[in-house]
């Protein structure tokens, strides 16, 4: 299977703690994006790279959160001093330049954060 | 900023049509997109209709789209219980990479 694929699936963390989240696009994809999704609700866009390029960023993004991409394949995403609000599951998401017409966005199956 | 809306939930019968409807404020989309999320599963593009069209066909799935009204819909032809998901429409803006999702509709499928 060569989807996007997110790792860990699920994370338990206490309140205060660091967490940091991988994504691994579909290989050929140049573009990638972190969304977060809470219970009930529709994805919430954080964060998009082109390449190694972080182009755009949601004000949802605090300065808690971080998000690279080094070298323009895999991404990670950190929250820092987790809060329970932080709760939710983070997508990953990934396209290709020939999609750039249609905006189709590859989901991986998410990493669920529950901060207690 | 932009806003998606949908209604939480239907339920029909298996065999039936399904219709999803979602309105949007965004008057610059550019394209606008209806993805399917199963349990413990990614969200998945399903079919998608750019702003200059009104309506698009692909097998099952009829998306009709009023600019005017901002309204976009999924209907879902002879609906089986294997359609029962959560069914997000999106959209896509003039400025940005980014699509802004609606909360989701709830299908459920009886048979």
């Known amino acids: 299977d060569t989807g996007v694929s997110q790792d860990p699936r699920h994370k338990i963390t206490k309140r205060g703690q660091n967490v940091t989240f991988r994504c691994d696009p579909i290989s050929e994809h140049n573009r990638l994006y972190w969304y977060r999704q809470t219970l009930g609700q529709g994805p919430e866009f954080l964060t998009y790279?082109?390449?190694?390029?972080?182009?755009?960023k949601s004000r949802l993004l605090s300065d808690r959160f971080s998000a690279e991409r080094p070298k323009g394949s895999f991404s990670t995403l950190e929250i820092q001093r987790t809060e329970q609000g932080d709760s939710a599951m983070y997508l990953c998401a990934s396209s290709s330049p020939r999609g750039r017409h249609t905006g189709e966005l590859f989901f991986g199956e998410g990493s669920r954060l529950t901060v207690l | 900023g932009e806003d998606v809306e949908q209604s939480l939930f239907l339920s029909v019968r298996e065999g039936d049509s399904s219709v999803i409807n979602c309105t949007y404020t965004d008057s610059s989309s550019t394209y606008l997109y209806w993805y399917k999320q199963e349990p413990g599963a990614g969200l998945q593009l399903l079919t998608y209709i750019f702003s200059n069209m009104d309506m698009k066909q692909d097998q099952r799935l009829t998306v009709l789209l009023n600019k005017k009204d901002k309204h976009l819909s999924l209907r879902i032809a002879d609906t089986q219980t294997g359609d029962s998901a959560i069914y997000f429409c999106a959209e896509k803006g003039n400025a940005g990479n980014m699509l802004t999702f609606g909360g989701g509709t709830r299908l459920m499928v009886k048979p």
């Open positions: 790279f082109q390449n190694e390029a972080q182009l755009e």
